[in-house]
């Protein structure tokens, strides 16, 4: 899909507390090689330079127009084009770091193992995922999505939640891991303005559905889906909305 770094980074300021709760459980003392893949517009990855000043950084991600963005907010550090599923490091990383991406690829079963080879002997593989996929957030996606004229070409986009249970990843690590940290968060974020919990998933989750559709069949669908989320997240008496999201997060350091 085509990113939107401008509408992604409204909410900048939640989308980083995630990144920082998994920074600061990495143990890694002086990584000489990090990589933050699926670094987007490269405002963590700046977070990464900062605690690593002497480590050899780059930010990886296959949008363009994030890393337009990444490169003009942060010229000192180096982003490349890459797709996870196909990236292999040449040596392995010390520190392998992915803030809110791996969602985006599917078939785990074969990407993490193939992921935590890219890391050196007791480096560190750091991954934090949304889970919210069953919430009203998301599942009025689906929901707006058979609603409407629209529902032949919104339905076959439809899928199974991207991220499994905690206990996969476990499942898929563990045997390679020398220290596993396995945790969920559920942030109850306080939003403000009008409708924000659709301002958010237009930023992510429901932008390539929006992009599916043009015209009147775009704005019947984007409307069908914002009343669904303005009901289930309605805004308190002081003018803030709640919106609860969950998070899964991975720490795992290679034998
Ligand atoms: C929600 S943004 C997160 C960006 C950044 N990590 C952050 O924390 O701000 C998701 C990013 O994942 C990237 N992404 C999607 N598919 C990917 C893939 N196959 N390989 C690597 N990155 C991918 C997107 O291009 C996007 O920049």
């Known amino acids: 899909m085509t990113w939107d770094a401008a509408q992604y980074l409204k909410f900048a300021d939640h989308r980083l507390r995630p990144a920082l709760d998994l920074l600061g459980r990495i143990g890694a003392e002086a990584p000489r090689t990090v990589v933050d893949l699926g670094c987007g517009a490269g405002n963590v990855t700046a977070l990464l330079a900062e ?5 050899t950084m780059v930010g990886l991600d296959p949008s363009a127009t994030m890393l337009e963005r990444a490169r003009a907010d942060h010229p ?20 392998l770091y992915s803030n809110a991406a791996l969602h985006w690829l599917d078939n785990h079963a074969t990407l993490f193992p193939h992921l935590f080879r890219q890391v050196a002997p007791g480096g560190w593989f750091a991954v934090q995922m949304p889970r919210n996929f069953l919430e ?14 629209w529902r032949a070409t919104i339905e076959p986009m439809l899928a ?12 898929l690590l563990a045997s390679d891991a020398a220290e596993l940290d396995v945790w969920e968060t559920q942030y109850i974020q306080m939003l403000d303005g009008e409708n924000p919990v659709a301002e958010w998933t237009k930023g992510t989750w429901l932008k390539p559905f929006l992009d599916a559709l043009k015209g009147d069949e775009r704005a019947g669908f984007e409307a069908a889906y914002r009343r669904r989320v303005a009901a289930a997240y309605p805004s308190r008496a002081d003018g803030r909305t709640l919106f609860p999201f969950r998070r899964l997060f991975l720490v795992a350091r290679r034998r």
């Open 76 to 95: 000192s550090l180096r982003f490349e084009v890459a797709d996870a599923a196909q990236w292999t490091a040449e040596p392995p990383v010390d520190l």
């Open 136 to 149: 009203p957030s998301h599942l009025s996606v689906a929901e707006a999505g058979r609603d409407g004229s």
């Open 51 to 55: 605690r690593w000043p002497t480590a």
């Open 160 to 171: 199974p939640p991207p991220v499994a249970e905690p206990g996969f990843y476990i499942d």
